[in-house]
């Protein structure tokens, strides 16, 4: 039976196939591992949205020769540019993730988002050092999109190798209800500071305040990542093949694309429900914009608590079944839920029509870290995780919102609804390549 060795020399993470039984000590050092770890990504995700939500109080001291219209363009496109970062980061951080471990990589993840955020809270505006101010401003969104982008696979990895056996689905779930609750926090800390100070005080100095709250908060968790033992041991770091290209696409590249097919689904349906559906209860709705506002908070929150329950359903079920009711009610349900917003008067009717949908869309993030995780072994898993991840989700999440607003300029709106359709079906199709019993990480019922 093979052992994990911490930083501290001591063997206490054992291999994924030891038996069931734990101690009440390891048991409580593995539920710690967790919290440890989903905390950096808390942090990681509440500083990258903080720069979207705040945008538009500090889009004028970076682009100030523009109209309001293109000020927030400019801002989106730099937001844009960070999300394309996110495959590079994919690549490098699970290449250092398999190479020199998952520790390794989740502490310099999160000391760069770190960095970026302590960047931009103290860049000079454009009225300072004029075009160096957006040039900075991109640089440093470049520098967190590298960072979120490799924090993904790196995290998916780690809290699937320390998670309880038997128990994996219910612990992983752990990183999507912080990455959602990551989202909350940073619109919490906007509306906070929305009644603290006026809209002048924002636009002059306060937008600065989340970025640097977003840094102390990365200097914690990086405290908190510190204390995390290794769950990869030296034969899988030193393997030739390991964090290589040519180690996944020699052997698994089957697993590869079966990962990178139904993420392309989970990412899109994920952007259409979340970030997408607060511009589309207003613009295709027409719920006022507060209104709208206190809706998707409320539809967020209660998304981010149900993660567990479809964590822990996919341990009795297995993810395959998960997979599969995932990509079959997708299929079914994205058509009839969309429809049924567009006549909706009722904030409550279009909560629960939104409930409806992001319940549908748990099946696939509540165990969207264990699933992937569970077809790479040790030596290319964070590479294999974090890559078809970030790929994915740059191509079809990153541009879910673009495609529907773009059908509907040119009056073809419900045609997002069936691209989402067809991607739901693609996802049931690629599931059905998923094995009954996991290649790797062998999961017990």
Partial sequence: M?????????????????????????KRHRIFAIMAASSGNLVEWFDFYVYAFSALYFAPSFFPKSDPTAQLLNTAGVFAAGFLMRPIGGWLFGRVADRYGRRTSML????????????????????????????LLLICRLFQGLSVGGEYGTTATYMSEVALRGQRGFFSSFQYVTLIGGQLLAVLVIVILEQL??????????????????????????FLRRTLHETQTEASRTNKEAGTLS?????HKAAFFTVLGYTAGGSLI?????????????NTVGLPIKTTSYVMTFALFVYMCIQPVFGALSDRIGRRNNMLLFG??????????????????????AFVLIILALAIVSFYTSISGI???????????????????????????????Y???GLKSIGHETAFYWYVTAMMVIAFLVSLRLPRQASYLHHDH
């Fill in 2 to 26: 093979s052992s994990v060795t911490s930083s501290a020399g001591s063997t206490t993470i054992d291999s994924a196939n030891s038996p069931r039984a734990y101690t009440s000590e390891e």
């Fill in 108 to 135: 310099i993840s999160v000391t760069m988002m770190c960095a970026g955020s302590l960047a931009i809270a103290s860049l000079p505006t454009y009225a300072a050092i004029g075009a160096w101010a957006p040039f």
């Fill in 197 to 222: 100070l006026s809209e002048a005080e924002l636009k002059a100095w306060g937008w600065r305040i989340p970025f640097v709250i977003g840094a102390i908060a990365a200097v914690v968790a990086l």
């Fill in 247 to 251: 180690g996944i696409f020699r052997h």
């Fill in 270 to 282: 994920f952007y259409t429900f979340t970030t997408y559906m607060q511009k589309y209860l207003v």
């Fill in 328 to 349: 079959g009610l997708g299929a079914l349900c994205t058509v009839p839920i969309l429809t049924a917003l567009q006549s909706v008067s009722s904030p409550m009717v």
């Fill in 371 to 401: 699933v992937k995780a569970e077809m790479f072994p040790p030596e290319v898993r964070a590479l294999g995780v974090g890559l078809a991840y970030a790929v994915a989700n740059a191509l079809f999440g990153g541009s879910a919102e």
């Fill in 403 to 405: 495609v529907a607003l």
